[in-house]
């Protein structure tokens, strides 16, 4: 492990930022990040749009970004910095596509606190809609800002906390449903295979689309890799914690839905914005159903919007320290007292006010999305390159699987889902894309150069 001052051949760094973490924080930040709660937001369209199969489209799209985390969990065993998917590439395939990687992951987390805080508006119009949306906004930003700048030590702890009262709140509504189901007599009335098996309606076309649906509830299980730098051996942590998270939100949301598929079995009438909620205060009255909306209000605006923030202003900084985009002095410095990205994490607050405030949630889930898949499909294609074709790692089974195979799976089903966008999510993707090849064109002087960190590595 590299000590303070020093820099190792792989890193190409000195270590700026503090090990505090452990592969504990690092499942709950990804948990967060991911949101145990998420179903309240996507249940009720992902059950109209499945025939009222949601607990098995939860499945399907763990079971298709399980191969991308490998992908992550791969390259942060090999790299254990900062920087995420950018760093990956950057290191596995090339330094100028490695930039672009770090600039779809700006387009991709960059805007999200913003879009959090907008959901939160949303939700809170439903108990206080008089409330000012402006001030919400502001506060909530203001606080997640701020517990970044001070550190992942402060951060760790509200992690924690959140991510208790989230379990507590989903264990409260399991127990309202299956007495309400089991006890009661209503909804199916007892167990039923239908949430997750109606053989008339389950096709090859079924299973792309649950997958184009579910996949974008996963987005965020990538975020832990970017807290490498303050990781205790993260070679060893890292890896595992992006695959466990994965797979601990993936059964949560499975449990939320499946019981909430049999509390209310006639999907069809669901409101696809509220249903979740319509479906909580079935089964569990009024208090359950305005416990849920604040707490929705509370945890994604702080406590998801927090992990978010913490994850790209970690890319940003490992961007700025690269000196590879505009402001990088500013961004790319460390707090002499925190050992936390603060000018990047105070850039990133900023600029999420003015998201939550001007820009439409429609517009902003188009831009998420295209960062994301784009993203993930370069992750996994900088595997096969950099293991598989640059280290020579194939003269087994286990390498033709591991460095092959299972990224190869990864890309396409992401591709598969990339193809699915509309028009303009292309329009506004690729505009961005274009902005960033001209700054990377001018930053490497015409493809030339590369960081410093890079040289010889």
């Not at 700026?16 to 998420?38: C, N, Q, S």
């Not at 079935?282 to 707490?295: C, K, P, R, S, W």
């Not at 945890?299 to 320290?321: K, Y």
């Amino acid at each position: 492990m590299q000590k303070n001052g020093t820099s190792t051949p792989k890193t190409g760094y000195s270590q700026e930022l503090k090990r505090t973490l452990t592969m504990k924080d690092l499942v709950i930040f990804g948990l967060i990040t991911m949101l145990p709660i998420a179903p309240t937001q996507v249940y009720a369209g992902a059950s109209i749009a499945s025939f009222g199969m949601a607990p098995l489209v939860y499945l399907i799209g763990m079971i298709a970004m399980f191969f991308t985390a490998l992908s992550y969990s791969k390259m942060s065993q090999e790299f254990p910095i900062a920087g995420s998917a950018y760093s990956f590439v950057q290191r596995g395939m090339n330094p100028h596509i490695g930039f672009l990687t770090g600039w779809l992951i700006v387009l991709d987390y960059i805007i999200v606190p913003g879009l959090l805080v907008s959901f939160s508006t949303l939700w809170l119009s439903v108990v206080l809609p008089d409330f000012p949306s402006w001030l919400l906004i502001i506060v909530f930003v203001g606080l997640m800002t701020f517990v970044n700048v001070r550190g992942i030590e402060v951060g760790k702890r509200v992690n924690q906390f959140f991510l208790l009262g989230q379990l507590t709140l989903i264990l409260i509504f399991l127990i309202c449903a299956i007495k309400f189901v089991f006890i009661d007599g209503h909804g199916t009335g007892g167990f039923s295979l239908s949430p997750f098996w109606q053989s008339d309606k389950i096709d090859l076309k079924f299973i792309a689309n649950a997958a184009s649906i579910a996949m974008l509830g996963f987005i965020g299980f990538d975020a832990i890799s970017t807290l490498s730098e303050e990781t205790k051996d993260p070679t060893r942590t890292v890896g595992k914690s992006v695959v466990a998270s994965l797979v601990l939100i993936g059964l949560l949301f499975m449990g939320q839905g499946y019981m909430a598929s049999l509390a209310h079995p006639d999907y069809a009438n669901l409101d696809a914005d509220m249903g979740y909620f319509d479906i909580i205060r079935e089964v569990g009255g009024d208090g359950l159903y305005y416990t849920f909306i604040i707490a929705g209000v509370i945890c994604v605006g702080i406590s998801n919007a927090l992990t978010v923030q913490s994850a790209i202003s970690r890319v940003l900084f490992s961007m700025g320290r690269d000196k590879v985009i505009p402001f990088s002095g500013f961004l790319g410095k460390v707090h002499p007292k925190y050992k936390t990205p603060a000018n990047a994490s105070i850039f990133v607050g900023v600029l999420s006010v003015f998201v939550g405030l001007f820009i439409s949630l429609e517009t902003l889930t188009r831009l998420v999305n295209f960062g994301a898949m784009s993203t993930y499909m370069l992750l996994n294609l900088s595997v096969i390159t950099y293991f598989f074709f640059k280290k020579k790692q194939r003269s087994n089974f286990k390498h033709l699987i591991g460095y092959l195979l299972f990224p190869l799976i990864g890309f396409l089903v992401i591709g598969f889902i990339w193809t699915g966008f509309d028009t303009l999510t292309y329009v506004i993707g690729f505009s961005w894309l274009a902005i960033g090849l001209v700054i990377v064109a001018i930053k490497s002087k015409g493809f030339k150069e590369v960081p410093p960190a890079l040289k010889g590595v």
